[in-house]
């Protein structure tokens, strides 16, 4: 996976970070999720990292808006208000929000982000596509977010865009499937022990949806548990 420039490092007191939530799946219908990011500023929190798929399937377009989208982006526009950063790292569920109406909710929207807290700088992917052995997902990954999908899926209408959508979706999914039974180590440590060669110290990584760490010379590559799974957020200070 070819990574978008990171952010330029943030030097926060305090950071959370939120991964695959899947608001609107398994993470249920937002509200949980929005109280505890009420939260954050009293906690202390002045950077906010959302790392992917926060909702079941996301497309930059109010065509396609769902009732968890419109329950949390208040919220999320809330915290910048407070001088709470916000960064979104895109999933793989995840479409076109760059320069979308959403946009505004966020001070960053890429493929990766970092900070540095601590003297420790830290680098934060969501993780889809970084087994490079996956050549089906790849395919469909480049296929759904490339800018002829972007065209079709917003300007067809509606019945067959949302239908277009969905099918995406599903393609996504059952082509990762095998790939995700058994989360690829030699694939992680490959990417890990390469950006941590850039000078990080730390690669926070999404999308598996378990909690691992991995070792290297260099530093820790670390795999966050999904919120859906603990309804929790990670902190980092």
Known sequence: MKPLAAAPLAHPRRVAVIADSHLGGPGGDGAELCAQLDELPGLGVDFLILLGDIFHVWVGSRRFE???????????????????????????????????????????????????????????????????????????????????????????????????????????????????????????????????AEGYEQVLVGHFHEPHSYSSPQGEIRLLDAWFRTRQAEFFS
Do not use: C
């Not at 419109?70 to 999933?91: A, I, Q």
């Not at 793989?92 to 320069?99: M, V």
């Open 66 to 196: 769902t009732n968890e989208v419109r329950r949390v982006l208040p919220h999320l526009r809330d915290l910048r208000s407070k001088g709470v950063r916000v960064d979104y790292v895109e999933g793989n569920r995840d479409f076109f929000l760059a320069g979308s109406p959403y946009a505004d909710a966020f001070d960053h929207v890429a493929l990766e982000t970092s900070f540095e807290i601590a003297g420790r700088k830290v680098l934060a992917v969501h993780g889809a596509g970084m087994n490079d052995r996956d050549r089906q997902y790849h395919f469909w990954r480049w296929l759904s977010k490339s800018p002829p999908s972007r065209f079709l899926i917003l300007n067809l209408p509606g019945p067959l865009a949302r239908r277009a959508v969905h099918s995406t979706e599903r393609h996504l999914a059952q082509t990762n499937f095998r790939h995700r039974k058994r989360i690829p180590e030699a694939a992680i440590r490959r990417y890990g022990d390469a950006r941590l």
